[in-house]
């Protein structure tokens, strides 16, 4: 997921367990939700990530934190909106999944 209101990037601790990605760091978040009046500080791993795009093959690195806590999960495409972008020949970000499940958030960019 891609938020242009976050002030870091988070990746999932179970991500990076699977992954065998190492950290580059370990530093103390104080982490706020929206409109919150309580913070939480914790320890949390920096990750080196390396990305690519899947059409464009452009390459870059983020370093996010490990993500302690679930996220989101975002829902899936509706079958209209999926039937337009073939008919428009649109790619779209989604991944191509046969259910119409929610898609769980693991990287918050």
């Given at each position: 997921m891609v938020d242009g209101?976050?002030?870091?990037?988070?990746?999932?601790?179970?991500?990076?367990?699977?992954?065998?990605?190492?950290?580059?760091?370990?530093?103390?978040?104080?982490?706020?939700?929206?409109?919150?009046?309580?913070?939480?500080?914790?320890?949390?791993?920096?990750?080196?990530?390396?990305?690519?795009?899947?059409?464009?093959?452009?390459?870059?690195?983020?370093?996010?934190?490990?993500?302690?806590?679930?996220?989101?999960?975002?829902?899936?495409?509706p079958q209209d909106v999926?039937t337009l972008a073939h008919?428009?020949?649109?790619?779209?970000?989604?991944?191509?999944?046969?259910?119409?499940?929610?898609?769980?958030?693991?990287?918050?960019?």
């Amino acid at each position: 997921m891609v938020d242009g209101g976050n002030q870091s990037s988070f990746l999932a601790a179970f991500l990076i367990d699977d992954l065998k990605l190492e950290a580059t760091n370990e530093r103390d978040l104080t982490a706020c939700a929206f409109e919150s009046q309580s913070a939480q500080l914790s320890k949390r791993r920096l990750i080196r990530f390396d990305m690519k795009g899947v059409w464009t093959h452009s390459a870059f690195t983020i370093t996010p934190y490990e993500s302690t806590h679930a996220l989101s999960a975002q829902p899936a495409v509706p079958q209209d909106v999926k039937t337009l972008a073939h008919v428009r020949k649109l790619q779209l970000a989604d991944p191509k999944t046969k259910s119409q499940e929610d898609v769980p958030g693991e990287i918050l960019i």
